[in-house]
């Protein structure tokens, strides 16, 4: 009964998607503990479930998920994962499967994140995730972007990212998976800068393309957000002049009162947006 109700809120939430911003909180190895981190949660939940124009979603550590799954009502703010294995079960020492992930009524898991990439992981190793987690209702998160601007081929390695990212499902499952454009030089805290508006808002354009070229039935339903040195200043530039479906926020989302500020700024960029 269970995973049927899991099923029905992942449709849901792809049903309603694209007419909200979609605001990631990507809370990376933070905080130090549980308390701290159901603390954190409650704060984000008791704004975030008054904004109707914005789909919010925590992506805490394994450790965690537990306790802040138990802490979900309503669909507005949802609990998401970093990383998951391609395995369901078998001799994988220190993995997490996606139906352990869907047992705890987690309906997002990040995959592909740069940070992951780093330690080894690979386009293939993503798209099998990415399949994994379609098969239990997860929404994938699939992280791309280039190491640098300067050099020529950018467009390219981040085509070569998004297609091979969604190699290993139907297209009819298109619309069940996200972006998010994370150029490696905007993120975190060694960041030379964040990208501007207009850099994200070509690259949204740039994979919308490729998205569609590959499935003109389905890529058009596919959310494009942006990731790297958001904060309260530039969530509203990005939005509205970036044109993005939403944030995938690292830094700004470990202080509540930030990431919640961001929030009302991409649910009234949302409500304007509708008025227009
Ligand atoms: P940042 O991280 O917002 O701290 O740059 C974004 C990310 O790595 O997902």
């Known amino acids: 009964m269970l995973r049927v109700i899991h099923i029905a809120s992942a449709y849901v939430v792809q049903f309603t998607i694209m007419k ?25 939940k008791e704004n975030g479930k008054k ?3 914005v789909e919010t ?21 949802q609990v998401g994962a970093q990383d998951v294995f391609y395995e369901n079960s078998g001799s994988f020492t220190g993995e997490i499967s996606p139906t352990m992930l869907a047992d705890l009524k987690v309906s997002y898991s990040i995959v592909g994140h740069s940070e992951r990439r780093a330690l080894g992981e690979t386009n293939q190793d993503v798209a099998n995730k990415v399949s994994a987690l379609i098969a ?9 972007g280039e190491q640098q601007r300067d050099d020529t081929n950018y467009l390219s390695f981040v085509k070569d990212q998004v297609l091979s990212g969604v190699a290993e499902i ?10 998010a454009y994370e150029p490696l030089w905007a993120i975190g805290t ?38 790297g040195s958001t904060n309260p200043d530039n969530t509203e530039e990005f939005l509205k002049d970036g044109e993005v479906d939403g944030l995938l ?18 649910n009234n960029v949302t409500k304007k947006l509708k008025n227009t």
Request: net charge positive; proline share 6%.
């Open 170 to 179: 139907p297209k009819s499952a298109l619309p069940r998976v996200m972006f």
């Open 20 to 44: 909200k911003k979609v605001m990631i909180a990507n809370w990376k190895l933070h905080p130090e503990t549980k308390r701290e981190a159901i603390k954190n949660f409650r704060s984000i």
């Open 57 to 77: 979603v925590i992506c805490s550590p394994f450790v965690y998920l537990n306790s802040l799954s138990d802490e979900v009502s309503g669909h507005r703010v």
């Open 249 to 266: 926020v690292g830094g700004a989302s470990l202080d509540p009162d930030s990431f919640t500020e961001m929030l009302e700024i991409a």
């Open 51 to 53: 904004l109707r124009n």
């Open 190 to 227: 060694s960041a030379n800068r964040s990208a501007t508006s207009k850099e994200a808002q070509e690259m949204k354009l740039y994979i919308k393309k490729v998205v569609t070229d590959y499935s003109s039935e389905y890529g058009g339903r596919v959310p494009i957000l942006y990731g």
């Open 136 to 144: 239990q209702s997860i929404v994938p998160i699939i992280c791309v």
